[in-house]
């Protein structure tokens, strides 16, 4: 790895995730590590930058100036702006790795290019109708299609995606799951205290479902007048929550933390918590229907069980474990398993336990070692195929 030289390319939202967790890995561990980041269209981020480790140092970081357009235009516009900043650079790299396919794309053309030896598409999500406009979505699934096809390796971060690249796109080339993960939290939930706090993690999207929560709250009240909702993060569905609460009259047992950057006071705030909660909508067209529920390990990490609905794949692992409570999304049956856990002292210090030694699974250090090894090894394996041709 010290001899690997990276650039990784994503779109980042309001939520940590596996971009963030893999950017953290490589700045430490290449040799030299080019880091791209473009908004998507809120008003928090405004500004694509490019940043350069060598060695585990930032030695140069760029910042774009900001436009508003639509948002078409701005992923054109994110396009050709990585190309930009890759060729300023002035820095070829073994391994591009692109996140979503726009970004891949710009991967191909730096291959072109001769900027890049290695192109990875990394497939963090998927969605049969990503945009609502049919022109627009067809032109969507277009792109995936032409860069899984010309990509040297896909990541994808479930077993659902992989399958559908598999059916949906045809894609040939090696495909490896890199499941989510987290690192090791400074604290843990006390198992043998009930804070009665619950806790919701992630982007402010109704299709998270953290409505059902709020909706369930004040039957909650009822058996539990101290329970109290705390909300981590930001995003497009943040008005329309904060408007539901003051419907509701809770004002005094919500509290939305807002978007926090610093990763380790997170999980220390899910720490002083009891529950962690992830209702995803299930639909089809609900993007967590296909990718990995990334906050559920996070929950468990800090030692918390979670109520969540039946829609990712770690749904059932986490009631076989009885780390979790898998519910229907319906207001009784979030009311039900709130005060099923909290409510009971010793259930919920047994489900904490369980939750502890399911988190401790999932480790991005051993996940991104164990993909990088892997990428190695298919990567090299492909470099003895072209030179026999040759």
Not at 195 to 204: A, E, I
Request: glycine share 4%.
């Amino acid at each position: 790895m010290n001899r690997l030289s990276v650039m990784e390319v994503h779109h980042h939202t309001f939520a940590y995730g596996h971009t963030h967790a893999l950017a953290e890995y490589l700045r430490e561990r290449a040799s030299s590590f080019i880091f791209i980041q473009h908004p998507f269209a809120h008003k928090r981020f405004h500004s694509s930058t490019v940043e350069l480790y060598i060695s585990g140092k930032l030695v140069r970081r760029v910042v774009a100036p900001s436009m508003r357009a639509p948002e078409t235009i701005l992923f054109v516009k994110d396009l050709f702006l990585t190309i930009i900043f890759a060729l300023r650079m002035k820095r070829r790299v073994q391994l591009f790795i692109g996140t979503d396919a726009l970004n891949a794309l710009s991967g191909l053309f730096l291959r072109m290019l001769r900027f890049t030896r290695f192109l990875i598409l990394f497939v963090i999500d998927y969605t049969p109708r990503r945009f609502p406009n049919k022109t627009v979505n067809l032109l969507y699934h277009a792109l995936n299609l032409v860069v899984a096809r010309r990509c040297d390796l896909l990541w994808v971060v479930s077993e659902r995606i992989k399958q559908t690249h598999l059916q949906v796109y045809g894609t040939r080339c090696p495909i490896l799951v890199v499941q989510g993960g987290t690192n090791k939290p400074q604290a843990i939930s006390d198992t043998r205290t009930a804070h009665n706090r619950l806790v919701f993690l992630g982007n402010l999207d109704e299709s998270k479902g953290l409505q059902l929560a709020i909706q369930a709250l004040p039957r909650i009240k009822e058996r539990i007048p101290e329970v109290k909702l705390i909300v981590i993060g930001d995003g497009p569905y943040y008005s329309s929550l904060v408007k539901l609460v003051r419907e509701l009259r809770i004002e005094h047992s919500v509290e939305f933390v807002g978007h926090m950057p610093d990763h380790q006071k997170v999980m220390q705030i899910l720490a002083q918590c009891d529950v962690g909660l992830a209702p995803y909508i299930p639909d089809v067209k609900n993007i967590s229907m296909y990718g990995f529920p990334l906050k559920t390990v996070e929950y468990l990490a800090a030692g918390l069980p979670v109520i969540m609905t039946n829609v990712s794949e770690m749904a059932h692992k986490l009631s076989a474990m009885n780390a979790g409570i898998l519910i229907d999304y319906k207001v009784e049956d979030m009311v039900n398993a709130v005060i099923h856990l909290l409510t009971d002292k010793s259930r919920l210090q047994s489900y904490k336990e369980n939750a502890i030694r399911l988190g401790r699974e999932y480790s991005w250090d051993r996940i991104f070692n164990q993909v990088l090894t892997k990428t190695i090894k298919i990567l090299i394996h492909r470099k003895k195929v072209d030179a026999s041709k040759a």
